[in-house]
């Protein structure tokens, strides 16, 4: 079962031009090894800024009159990641993919306000399809994220979200009450590296038996030829030898111009001249003669079944088992280019997991080393507690 992923970020001034650079991939494509440069022509706007900064500041002194200054820590905008499992997205179609996404942003618009929307960008060329949506937290005229996105309000927007949006393409809502707590984006793109590398390893497995299978069928279509031809070789063979049989025939039962010498010629009183054959002999010769026209029927009527053969059996048959072996010794090798493939991206994958988390545990200790030693303790427990309870699936929770 697919659930709807809505995952929250909290935005300062010092991090506004760093997550355009990110939506807006000016830099990224070419340094972050989770994006597939050429697939990023891919990505789509469905609400564009090209100034994160200048578009924030415009929204504020516009919709947010109460806030007569802007702290240099405040949170000036909220990025939502919208998104589902791979599996979701491979079966629904491009155009289905798109309105999901459009329905998510209008969902946003009117829950807090067109006019709040900085940048909705949908991103096909990472792992899985997903929409960062940016919107600045105002409310009551005052930019305050805090009082606007409360636990509550966080917890009430997964579940209207997964109501309004999601079950209308069969997504379920995360599970309410658990205490998995929030991923940060690292982690997100973490447990997607996981989940594409889990695949890539299953689809390598399949290739390897569908390799060995093909090697199968072209090991058995071989020796199926091979047979064909050595049926061909034995047929000709055989007629070789009837035709030399025939010739033999024909040479010894040739018609002599001389009597044999057991006839016996005798003239009629009229001069007519007879000829006396012994009754023994003439039955050997008729005979034979009788032989040589069976023999002769029999020779033309293999003859025949020899053009047969040559040219259904020898001929198209012996084509088509060639034709067989090459087609699947070249679907034999297409497999193993595919699965050469897809080896390197499992390793590929597998250094991108590996490296992410080294960022993230460099991360927490840097955080780590701040705490008292007591809390920093109490810390590592829950975070180690919190992954044994985790499951395959990826569920961001109920709270952002």
């Not at 050429?38 to 924030?56: G, M």
């Not at 040739?254 to 006839?263: F, H, I, L, N």
């Not at 047969?308 to 010794?329: A, W």
């Amino acid at each position: 079962m697919s659930y709807a992923v809505v995952h929250m970020q909290k935005i300062n001034a010092g991090a506004i031009r760093g997550i355009q650079s990110h939506i807006n991939r000016e830099h990224e494509p070419h340094t972050n090894p989770d994006v597939d440069s050429a697939r990023t022509p891919e990505n789509y706007a469905l609400v564009e800024s090209r100034n994160f900064y200048r578009d924030v500041q415009h929204i504020i002194r516009t919709h947010a009159p109460k806030t007569k200054t802007v702290r240099k820590d405040a949170v000036l905008a909220c990025n939502f990641i919208v998104t589902s499992d791979h599996d979701f997205f491979q079966q629904l179609p491009p155009d289905r993919q798109r309105a999901f996404f459009q329905d998510a942003v209008d969902w946003f618009a009117n829950r807090y306000g067109k006019n709040l929307i900085l940048s909705a960008v949908v991103h096909m060329d990472e792992t899985t399809p997903h929409l960062h949506l940016s919107l600045v937290p105002i409310k009551d005229g005052r930019l305050a994220a805090k009082n606007l996105f409360t636990k509550s309000e966080l917890r009430e927007l997964q579940t209207a979200f997964a109501k309004d949006v999601g079950a209308t393409y069969g997504l379920q809502r995360g599970l309410e009450g658990s205490n998995r707590g929030h991923l940060t984006e690292l982690q997100f793109k973490i447990r997607s590296s996981e989940k594409a590398l889990e695949r890539a390893s299953e689809r390598v497995s399949e290739l390897a038996k569908e390799a060995h299978i093909q090697e199968a069928m072209a090991s058995e279509a071989e020796k199926r030829l091979s047979k064909a031809r050595n049926e061909a070789a034995g047929v000709n063979t055989e007629y070789l030898a009837k035709r030399a049989y025939l010739a033999a025939c024909d040479a010894s039962s040739a018609v002599s111009v001389m009597y044999p010498d057991y006839a016996v010629v005798k003239k009629s009183l009229f001069g007519k001249e007879t000829v006396t054959v012994p009754k023994e002999k003439w039955e050997e010769r008729h005979v034979s003669a009788n032989e040589k026209s069976a023999l002769r029927r029999a020779v033309r009527q293999f003859e025949g079944a020899v053009d047969d053969f040559r040219q259904r059996t020898s001929g198209q048959y012996v084509t088509d088992l060639e034709k067989q072996v090459e087609e699947l010794s070249s679907e034999n090798t297409a497999l193993l280019h595919e699965n050469r493939s897809l080896q390197a991206l499992v390793r590929q994958k597998d250094h991108q997991a590996e490296r992410a988390m080294d960022a993230l545990y460099d991360k927490l200790d840097a955080v780590l080393d701040k705490l008292p030693a007591a809390a920093a303790e109490q810390f590592v427990q829950e975070w180690d507690a919190n992954e044994m309870r985790e499951k395959p699936e990826m569920d961001l929770g109920p709270e952002l």
